[in-house]
């Protein structure tokens, strides 16, 4: 195991627990990527941001690293997120990462977790009877996409 890798995984999650974007931010690579369910495809100064974004906005979010490694190139993660959504709604996330490193910083990360799950939590009826179709998680992803490059514009 790696235990600069290690400690940058649990410095990006302490960060995220501490609702400290910026910390968060400063554990990328200028050129890394992120993807998960939600906001497929960041590139470059996304991933950064999109961190900036939701915990400026977590009023109540507890997040907590539940196991993790890493080599000198890869790491995995399972972590645990407890939030109110948008909608007003309490959601808990079991997500799974991976990592790719290079010169001490994240350059690509993974997040799965179930799309499904999460909008039957977040979305309440309309998730639990339509979260499984590809036409919900579409609007989801635009919305998150659309409200990303509100924030982006906005800190320009």
Not at 19 to 31: F, H, S, T, V
Not at 96 to 107: H, M, V
Not at 126 to 145: D, N
Request: glycine letters at 8%; proline letters at 3%.
């Amino acid at each position: 195991m790696d235990q600069s890798n290690e400690e940058l995984i649990r410095r990006l999650y302490a960060a995220f627990a501490d609702r400290d974007g910026d910390a968060m931010a400063a554990c990328y690579a200028p050129d890394a990527r992120f993807s998960d369910p939600v906001f497929t495809d960041l590139r470059g100064e996304e991933p950064g941001a999109m961190w900036r974004m939701l915990t400026g906005r977590a009023k109540d979010l507890e997040v907590r690293l539940s196991e993790h490694d890493a080599t000198d190139q890869r790491g995995r993660a399972h972590w645990l997120a407890d939030y109110t959504f948008s909608t007003g709604r309490r959601v808990h996330n079991d997500v799974r990462a991976e990592f790719r490193f290079e010169n001490g910083l994240i350059s690509e990360h993974q997040d799965s977790f179930s799309f499904y799950a999460w909008a039957r939590q977040a979305l309440g009826p309309v998730g639990l009877a339509l979260g499984w179709t590809p036409v919900i998680r579409g609007k989801v992803q635009r919305q998150a996409r659309s409200g990303l490059d509100e924030f982006l514009a906005s800190t320009s």
